[in-house]
């Protein structure tokens, strides 16, 4: 049996950890997990605390690559590395690296909100789509707290349109900023928490992204999912689910069989198709 790989950004900890040890500890492989983080130190002790767990006999192999998503030169650099193992060479990409800043109102924590979550996830999947293979899994952990039914008709039927381009979405996004900056949020019917509209925008991009490859023949599956609320360093100590119960989405989505999952691009929630 040929090995799979599977990447998961910001694995050092929170959900994308968890996965990673869920991966490890129940898969029978042959298995490379990538795991990556923007901080080495970090990524490495998350490795080695896994590593440990690995079953005696275990064909899976733990792997670390440095990325900061949010850093142009690091997507370069982890491509470059990838590249090195073929084209293409990834099985499963899983794109969870994100950022809330709790309590903050200002614009520059708006900006570097949406820069993080939305844009760089874009660019990072971007450079990464040459490299994911003949019925390789993309998948983006978004939010619920992105959910359309929180903005106006009007935004929600630009967010929905069938004939959206990334190009429109990204002018979707930067609309949102500009209202920001002009103080015009609320007017406009704009949530006021940048978190939302940048989980909004990747929930989205999924969807647009699975129109623009249904013809590629490598038969991508592409999702967006909410894990729920969880308790992570993100979620706080005040959510109602365990790291183990916030991965059942992610777990899902990685390991079911293709044949049982046929709504490409969508939003799930609960392991089902939920409304984005
Ligand atoms: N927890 C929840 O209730 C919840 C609910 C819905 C969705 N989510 C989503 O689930 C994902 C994981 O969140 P979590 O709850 O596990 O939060 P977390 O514990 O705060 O983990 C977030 C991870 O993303 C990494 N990260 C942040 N910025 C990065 C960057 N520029 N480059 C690379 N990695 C970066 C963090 O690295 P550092 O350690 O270096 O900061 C960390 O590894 C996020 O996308 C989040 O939006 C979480």
Redesign the pocket.
Do not use: E, F, Q
């Given at each position: 049996m040929s090995s799979k790989l599977i990447v998961v950004?910001?694995?050092?900890?929170?959900?994308?950890?968890a996965l990673v040890r869920k991966l490890v500890v129940e898969s029978k492989g042959p298995l490379t997990i990538y795991m990556?983080?923007?901080?080495s130190s970090?990524g490495m002790s998350a490795l080695q605390e896994i590593k440990s767990e690995l079953p005696t006999g275990s064909k899976v192999d733990l792997e670390f690559y440095p990325?900061?998503?949010?850093?142009k030169q690091s997507i370069h650099s982890f491509t470059k590395h990838m590249e090195k193992m073929g084209t293409p060479c990834i099985d499963v990409m899983v794109h969870?690296?994100?950022?809330?800043f709790k309590g903050a109102s200002d614009y520059a924590h708006a900006e570097k909100t949406i820069r993080?979550?939305y844009n760089?996830t874009i660019e990072l999947n971007d450079a990464i789509m040459p490299l994911i293979k003949s019925n390789g899994r993309v998948l983006f952990?978004?939010?619920?707290?992105g959910n359309l039914s929180q903005y106006p008709a009007s935004i929600r039927e630009e967010y929905l349109s069938e004939t959206l381009t990334v190009d429109q979405l990204n002018q979707l996004q930067e609309k949102f900023l500009t209202s920001f900056k002009e103080g015009t949020l609320k007017e406009k019917g704009y949530p006021s928490d940048s978190?939302n509209v940048s989980?909004t925008g990747v929930t989205t991009y999924c969807r647009i992204l699975a129109k623009m490859y249904k013809d590629d023949p490598r038969h991508i599956f592409f999702a967006a999912l909410?894990?729920?609320?969880?308790k992570?360093?993100?979620?706080g100590s005040e959510?109602p689910?365990s790291l183990e119960e916030?991965i059942q989405t992610q777990y899902y989505l990685v390991t079911e069989p293709l044949q049982n999952l046929k709504a490409n691009g969508l939003y799930y929630s609960n392991k089902a198709v939920a409304n984005p």
């Open positions: 950004t910001g694995s050092n900890k929170g959900l994308g950890r990556t983080s923007r901080d970090k990325l900061d998503i949010t850093d969870n690296a994100g950022v809330y993080c979550n760089s952990v978004s939010s619920m707290l978190y989980k909410h894990p729920g609320w969880v992570t360093d993100m979620g959510a689910l916030g």
